[in-house]
Structures are given as structure tokens and as C-alpha cells.
């Protein structure tokens, strides 16, 4: 993490960096997955990114995203349930536009980044190679990131519904997209993980698979 360090802009001025996000909800030796929270108006500080990462949208509001080397700014227009996949980029800061809050999950990808750990990953014999769920027929699923890398899926069960997904042989993390109840749940390879049942429509879940650890 890079909040207190500083950047220079091209005019030279000194820019002291925030954190990438509002706050850490999940960290362990392979991942550390954020909250961003910005109300309407609101900006993030300058910041910078060390690793790779996953960005998952659970609440959609009209966004822009400033870069300090003077480069044109982005225009944002994400999806709730979508996700992308982005490598380290330059010091930037993002801009929440509308009236609307706009809240994500921001996965770091550390093995591929920076702060890589070096601990070595075996799997066990005989563990299925891919993931997939235990019911049998036809499951609301819509791949939204298919990269050599990471595999992001959005399933939306019906109300009163439940599914149980089981990863394959490389970690995953399971991101319930309601904001009532948004947990992030990590997998280890081969463990499963039963989406909880919702009473009413819900923007359903992220399924995120990295892949970059399958041999």
C-alpha cells in the first residue's frame, strides 16, 4: 500500500498519495479485497496501484477517472453484477459524478503484483481441474471477465433459491452483490461455498476464479 508516499505532478508539484480504496474488507497472503465507497460528488485521493486487480460493481453512478500525468480523463459507465480486470496503471483518483452512491469490491491481485509472497501453492490429487456447481440443469450464470488470468461470473438466482459452488483447482472469492449483506467470502482450491437463499430479487453474486494459479 502506498497511502503517505508522494508523487510528483508534471508541474511539479508534490502529491501525497491516499489508499485505493475506503477500506480493507478481506486480506490474507494472495489477495486483499477493498471497499469503495464514494457518495455523489465525492473523489477518491490520488492513488496509486502495485498490483493487478479485479473491480466488481455492486452500485452504479456515473464516474470519471482523473490522471496526474495529464492524460484525458475516463469516462466511467459500469454495470451492477460487471466486473473488470485491470494491471497496474499510473497515479490516478476516481470521481463520482451523479447523485448517486457509487460502491464497489476491488480485489488486488498480490501474487501478480509487487507484494507477491513467494509461498508456494500445491493441489491436492485427484481435485477437479475446473469449478462448478453441484445442481444438476441450467444455473442464471453470465460470464462477465474471461481472462487467461481470472474468470468473473454473475449469478442471479431467483428468489428463495440456493446454489452450491464448488472452485476447482486455484483459489476463488465469492462477493454477494447485496448491499444488505455484502460479504466476501475466499475459497481455497477444491472448498464450496452455498449462496445463501434471498426472499426478494437481489443483484445476485460475483464469482471470481484465479486462474493464474491452475497448472
Given at each position: 500500500?502506498?497511502?503517505?508516499?508522494?508523487?510528483?505532478?508534471?508541474?511539479?508539484?508534490?502529491?501525497?498519495?491516499?489508499?485505493?480504496?475506503?477500506?480493507?474488507l478481506?486480506?490474507?497472503?494472495?489477495?486483499?479485497?477493498?471497499?469503495?465507497?464514494?457518495?455523489?460528488?465525492?473523489?477518491?485521493?490520488?492513488?496509486?496501484?502495485?498490483?493487478?486487480?479485479?473491480?466488481?460493481?455492486?452500485?452504479?453512478?456515473?464516474?470519471?477517472?482523473?490522471?496526474?500525468?495529464?492524460?484525458?480523463?475516463?469516462?466511467?459507465?459500469?454495470?451492477?453484477?460487471?466486473?473488470?480486470?485491470?494491471?497496474?496503471?499510473?497515479?490516478?483518483?476516481?470521481?463520482?459524478?451523479?447523485?448517486?452512491?457509487?460502491r464497489?469490491?476491488?480485489?488486488?491481485?498480490?501474487?501478480?503484483?509487487?507484494?507477491?509472497s513467494?509461498?508456494?501453492?500445491?493441489?491436492?490429487?485427484?481435485?477437479?481441474?475446473?469449478?462448478?456447481?453441484?445442481?444438476?440443469?441450467?444455473?442464471?450464470?453470465?460470464?462477465?471477465?474471461?481472462?487467461?488470468?481470472?474468470?468473473?461470473?454473475?449469478?442471479?438466482?431467483?428468489?428463495g433459491?440456493?446454489?452450491?459452488?464448488?472452485?476447482?483447482?486455484?483459489?476463488?472469492?465469492?462477493?454477494?452483490?447485496?448491499?444488505?449483506?455484502?460479504?466476501?467470502?475466499?475459497?481455497?482450491?477444491?472448498?464450496?461455498?452455498?449462496?445463501?437463499?434471498?426472499?426478494?430479487?437481489?443483484?445476485?453474486?460475483?464469482?471470481?476464479?484465479?486462474?493464474?494459479?491452475?497448472?
Open positions: 500500500m502506498t497511502a503517505g508516499t508522494t508523487a510528483l505532478a508534471p508541474d511539479g508539484t508534490e502529491i501525497v498519495l491516499g489508499e485505493i480504496g475506503t477500506r480493507v478481506l486480506v490474507n497472503s494472495r489477495v486483499r479485497v477493498w471497499e469503495v465507497a464514494l457518495d455523489g460528488g465525492e473523489a477518491q485521493a490520488w492513488h496509486l496501484h502495485h498490483n493487478p486487480y479485479v473491480v466488481l460493481c455492486l452500485a452504479t453512478s456515473p464516474c470519471h477517472m482523473d490522471w496526474l500525468d495529464g492524460s484525458p480523463a475516463r469516462q466511467l459507465s459500469e454495470t451492477v453484477g460487471g466486473s473488470v480486470y485491470r494491471p497496474v496503471s499510473p497515479v490516478h483518483m476516481l470521481t463520482n459524478d451523479g447523485d448517486d452512491p457509487y464497489n469490491r476491488l480485489i488486488e491481485l498480490l501474487d501478480l503484483g509487487e507484494e507477491a513467494g509461498e508456494p501453492y500445491t493441489v491436492a490429487d485427484g481435485m477437479p481441474a475446473e469449478s462448478a456447481f453441484e445442481e444438476v440443469g441450467e444455473i442464471p450464470t453470465k460470464t462477465v471477465v474471461d481472462e487467461p488470468d481470472v474468470r468473473v461470473q454473475h449469478v442471479t438466482p431467483e428468489p433459491t440456493s446454489y452450491t459452488w464448488r472452485t476447482g483447482a486455484y483459489p476463488s472469492l465469492v462477493v454477494d452483490l447485496d448491499l444488505a449483506t455484502p460479504t466476501v467470502t475466499y475459497l481455497n482450491p477444491g472448498e464450496s461455498h452455498t449462496l445463501p437463499a434471498k426472499p426478494t430479487p437481489t443483484s445476485g453474486f460475483n464469482l471470481v476464479e484465479l486462474r493464474y494459479y491452475a497448472s
